[in-house]
């Protein structure tokens, strides 16, 4: 573990607060190197504290400096500095104001990659009463990670030097994993079960560490939260998404929990929508996110002056009242930790021209598109569909703040997964996963 002081001068670069507004406008038509940093707060107010998402790109003017006031100091450090990409990890650390534990502060966590200069958010996480944070990560590409305090009107502002975290493709026997998650798998509550010939599972307080052979590497992945229950009525290894290939991404949007296994991915959240896909990758956990909002209906009321205001969970998340059938999409991106693939915009048409002018388009259908389309009189487009199946000239897609083509009565907009002719699309765009 190691533990790096606080530098004092002046706060580094940072472009943008973490989680900004996503308020997309659409019409009613149709429906390891690592370095670290601290948690920053969801853009809907809704980042709990160990959030560990894929947050928005920070590009441009640096945090709020607090000049006046109490000197603040911030400490970090990892458990361990040798990772399996995939592998779940933490970053900890203490903030003293004037020598004292500060308690109640948000403790940010950035990353970027080596060659990069923009830092985009990981997480956020308040400090308790000695003071202290921790972070959860998933460990991917090579990043460098750094902890940021923004100060307050009785603190100064403070940050930490990077902390280096190598990733490795050595083997992980379940011994070592459990060493490595510490306190955060808890004590085993079972003996070692052989599920398959190639795969071995151990109960623990926080869940089950699955150690898996395969073309003769050995990792041992984590299954806990609100996806361990799922998974096990799914018949867990012998079932039909098989054995993890990675940690979950937990810690996002109304406590979603999403996990990638051999035969696809599941997501959960705390309000109790789950979904699963056959697809696998990042497109497979942004489609199980999506495919949970299947069935969210609101009613309209016409006496209400305007048919949107608030109207959706969506734009309570945004806080916005615009139409929300973008707002949607970028809630499941989100939701899924995925919010930089789909642009942020506060109107329909920059929603729409950036995403022509900032992601590619063509006229192929391709699983995890995005399918615009016009309901209006001038042909512009007016309406924009997330796409989870193609088969000859039909698409299947996900789409809010829809009528459903008549699925839905009438007075009731909602979520819903249906197939639509290719022939009605415009054009598609395509995020970078």
């Known amino acids: ?3 790096v002081p606080t530098r004092q001068p002046g706060p580094p670069a940072d472009r ?18 690592v370095a670290l940093a601290l948690p920053v707060g969801d853009i809907a107010a809704e980042a709990a504290p160990d959030v560990a998402t894929a947050p928005d790109v920070v590009t441009g003017a640096p945090p709020t400096v607090v000049t006046a006031a109490a000197r603040s100091d911030l400490t970090a450090g990892v458990r361990e500095r040798r990772l399996r990409k995939g592998e779940t990890f933490w970053m900890f650390g203490r903030l003293t104001v004037g020598g004292d534990p500060a308690r109640g502060r948000e ?6 990659r080596m060659n990069e200069s923009g830092w ?21 590409a090579v990043y460098e990670y750094r902890a940021i305090y923004r100060g307050s009107a009785t603190a100064r502002s403070s940050w930490t030097p990077r ?6 493709t050595a083997d992980r026997s379940m011994t070592s994993r459990a060493r490595q998650m510490g306190p955060a798998v808890g004590r085993p509550t079972s003996g070692l079960r052989q599920v398959t010939r190639s795969v071995v599972s151990r109960s623990y ?13 050995v990792r041992t992945w984590w299954v806990h939260g609100g996806v361990l229950g799922e998974y096990r009525d799914l018949g867990g290894a012998r079932g039909r998404l ?17 996990q990638r296994f051999e035969g696809g991915v599941l997501y959960t959240n705390a309000d109790g929508d789950e979904a699963l896909t056959g697809l696998t990758g990042v497109r497979g956990e942004v489609v199980a996110a999506a495919r949970s909002q299947v069935g969210y209906t609101v009613r309209y009321d016409a006496n209400n002056g305007s048919r949107y205001d608030w109207h959706s969970k969506y734009n309570v998340w945004a806080r916005t009242n615009a139409p929300w059938c973008g707002l949607f999409q970028s809630w499941f991106f989100k939701a899924s930790g995925h919010a930089s693939l789909v ?6 048409t920059r929603y729409r021209d950036t995403v022509r002018r900032t992601r590619p388009t063509g006229s192929s259908p391709r699983v995890g598109a995005l399918a615009f389309v016009s309901y209006v009189a001038s042909g512009e487009a007016s309406h924009v569909m997330f796409v989870v199946q193609v088969t000859g000239s039909r698409i299947k897609v996900i789409e809010g703040n829809t009528g459903g083509g008549g699925a839905l009565r009438p007075g009731v907009r909602g979520v819903v997964e249906r197939w639509v002719p290719e022939s009605e699309v415009l054009y598609y765009a395509y995020p970078r996963y």
């Open 1 to 3: 573990m190691g533990r």
């Open 16 to 33: 943008g607060r973490g989680g900004a507004q996503l308020l997309l406008r659409c019409w009613l038509g149709a429906s390891l190197v």
């Open 107 to 112: 403790v940010v966590v950035q990353r970027k």
């Open 120 to 140: 985009s958010t990981v997480g956020a996480d308040t400090t308790n009463r000695s003071g202290r944070y921790s972070v959860r990560i998933r460990a991917g």
């Open 163 to 168: 902390i280096g975290v190598r990733l490795t």
């Open 205 to 217: 307080r926080e869940g089950i560490l699955v150690k898996v052979t395969r073309s003769g590497r």
């Open 242 to 258: 098989g054995a993890p290939v990675m940690d979950p991404l937990c810690g996002l949007a109304r406590g979603g929990c999403v």
């Open 343 to 348: 642009p942020q915009s506060t109107t329909w």
